[in-house]
């Protein structure tokens, strides 16, 4: 199935978004700077954009399996093609490129996802079985209260 049918699924997806983070924008760390295959391959003409958009667009699948919100895979992607514009952006003298190498959009698209996924609850199964249960009903009555803010997704 496309879409996580389970919690082993979102810690797969999970490992997905940050092994793609990692590659995208981390590889060699330069006191607080990140530097990565996006920022790597930016210097070899097209290679930098392909490797871009197809990392982002792992990263925003990832994201669709994990159901994020639509505003959050839109920020997102925002994120990502600000990221892809830098990098093909022709400006002189490799400043453009230097930029791109600085702009980790991959990092910071993946982290708010992530941190999205955190502030979710999932719950196994779909809501008609999940209704009844009793870790269901005091999550909803905590959000009725007041005092629970994150959604809840159910994978069936």
């Known amino acids: 199935m496309f879409f996580a049918r389970s919690h082993i699924d979102l810690h ?13 924008d981390n590889i060699i760390k330069i006191g607080p700077i990140g530097v990565g295959l996006d920022g790597l391959l ?8 392909l490797y871009s958009s197809g990392a ?12 994020c919100a639509p505003m959050v895979l839109l920020e997102a992607t925002m994120v990502l093609l600000a ?3 830098i990098g093909l952006a022709p400006v002189p003298a ?14 910071w698209a ?11 609850i999932y719950f196994e199964g779909a809501r008609k079985d999940v209704v009844s249960s009793p870790e269901y009903r005091d999550i909803l009555a905590r959000i ?7 959604r809840v997704v159910f994978l069936g």
């Open 110 to 120: 993946a982290d708010l996802m992530l941190k999205h996924m955190e502030e979710t």
């Open 42 to 49: 930016t210097w070899i003409p097209w290679a930098g954009g």
């Open 144 to 150: 009725r209260d007041g005092k629970e803010r994150r």
């Open 83 to 85: 990221d892809l514009a």
């Open 12 to 24: 797969n997806i999970r490992a997905s978004i940050e092994r793609t983070k990692r590659l995208s």
């Open 94 to 107: 490799g400043l453009g490129k230097l930029a791109d190498v600085l702009f980790s959009g991959h990092k």
């Open 56 to 67: 982002g667009v792992v990263l925003l699948l990832d994201g669709v399996r994990a159901r």
